[in-house]
């Protein structure tokens, strides 16, 4: 089974700081790689998204894919409060079917 | 970005009627929409894949005879839940696929989502 693994935090960091959100994935065929932040009660929107290795940069987030380890992960620098959210990772496996899969997320605390 | 629409944003039913949930693509041509459910502080489970003029493809113990998908159209699917029930109640979001699917065009962005209520 093709699996996303997220460490369910909470991650709490003071704003200002940088905040740093990882993903690691099972299937080593996977192609693409999305960050999306969901704010509780609402549906998730997406920030990132990554196809290949190294890093992506927009705004203050940052992505960063390594395949070889598997694993992708997200920086939010100058955390703000209002980037207090579920961040979910998601990975579309190798295979052809295209369907993402969602790893549970981590929730981010930024306090003042 | 890619706007979907998804309606209505919350609904109240009585046990054993049934819901439509319609989600849109905008400014868009769908050709796969995702449609999941998502209990209180837990992660999105994936209920079924659709894809424009054809059957929904469901998940592993999801019923289709209870969650009815349609997607008539490339802008269009439709969620039914029928004869509805309160373990029904959830977070129900949609998902659209713009374009076709290669390796660099599969982000999904996702409806606002729908809270049913089953009482």
């Known amino acids: 089974q093709k699996e996303v693994e997220q460490n369910s935090g909470p991650l709490s960091v003071p704003e200002g700081a940088i905040a740093s959100l990882n993903c690691t994935y099972s299937?080593?065929?996977?192609?693409?790689f999305f960050w999306y932040r969901q704010y509780s009660g609402k549906s998730p929107e997406l920030i990132m998204s990554i196809y290949s290795n190294g890093d992506k940069e927009d705004g203050r987030f940052t992505a960063q894919l390594n395949k070889a380890s598997q694993y992708v992960s997200l920086l939010i620098r100058d955390s703000q409060p209002s980037d207090s959210a579920t961040y979910l990772c998601a990975v579309t496996p190798s295979g052809g079917s295209y369907i993402p899969t969602f790893g549970r997320g981590t929730s981010l605390i930024v306090h003042p | 970005g890619a706007v979907v629409s998804q309606h209505p944003s919350w609904v109240i039913c009585k046990s054993g009627t049934s819901v439509k949930i319609e989600c849109r693509s905008l400014d868009f041509q769908a050709t796969t929409m995702f449609w999941y459910r998502q209990f209180p502080k837990q992660s999105l489970m994936l209920m079924a894949t659709s894809n424009e003029g054809s059957k929904a493809t469901y998940e592993q113990g999801v019923e289709k005879d209870k969650f009815l998908i349609n997607h008539a159209s490339l802008t269009l699917s439709t969620l039914t839940v029928t004869s509805a029930h309160p373990e029904d109640s959830s977070f129900y979001i949609c998902?659209?696929?713009?374009?076709?699917?290669?390796?660099?065009?599969?982000?999904?962005?996702f409806g606002q989502g729908t809270r049913l209520t089953v009482v």
């Open positions: 299937d080593r065929g996977s192609q693409s």
């Open positions: 998902s659209a696929r713009v374009g076709y699917p290669d390796r660099l065009n599969t982000e999904a962005f």
